[in-house]
C-alpha cells in the first residue's frame, strides 16, 4: 500500500519561500515517479511538478518560472517542493502524487492528503 504524507504548509508573506514535504516507503520512493499538484478554491487540481524515479529528470507547469524545485532525499525516501518568489496565486491545498508513467503531468493514481499553503499579499 502506497502512503504518502505531506508537510511543509503554512502561511508566508508574498516573495516568501516554503518547502513542502512528501515522506514515503522505500519501494513507493523507488519505483515511482513523484509529483506535485495544487488545487485553488474553486478551481480544479492542476499539476506543478513531477521527478522521475531514479532521478531521471524533472519537469515543470509553466506557471512555475523557475520559482519552484522539486526535488528527492534518497535517505530519507523524502520528496521536496521548494518554493521561492511566491506569489499569492500560489494559495492552494498542495498534494503529492505518485505513479508509474515517467514524467508525465497526468496524475498517478496514489495521493497524499494535502497540505494547504497561503499566501498573504
Known amino acids: 500500500q502506497v502512503r504518502l504524507v505531506e508537510s511543509g504548509g503554512g502561511l508566508v508573506q508574498a516573495g516568501g519561500s516554503l518547502r513542502l514535504s512528501c515522506a514515503t516507503d522505500e519501494r513507493t520512493f523507488i519505483v515511482y515517479n513523484m509529483g506535485w499538484y495544487r488545487q485553488a478554491p474553486g478551481k480544479e487540481r492542476e499539476f506543478v511538478a513531477a521527478?522521475?524515479?531514479?532521478?531521471?529528470?524533472?519537469t515543470y507547469a509553466d506557471f512555475v518560472e523557475g520559482r519552484f524545485t522539486i526535488s528527492k532525499d534518497n535517505a530519507k525516501n523524502t520528496v521536496y517542493l521548494q518554493m521561492n518568489s511566491l506569489k499569492s496565486e500560489d494559495t492552494a491545498v498542495y498534494y503529492c502524487?505518485?505513479?508509474?508513467?515517467?514524467?508525465?503531468?497526468?496524475?498517478?493514481?496514489?495521493w497524499g492528503q494535502g497540505t494547504q499553503v497561503t499566501v498573504s499579499s
Open positions: 521527478i522521475a524515479s531514479l532521478n531521471r529528470g524533472t
Open positions: 502524487n505518485a505513479g508509474l508513467t515517467y514524467l508525465t503531468r497526468s496524475p498517478g493514481d496514489k
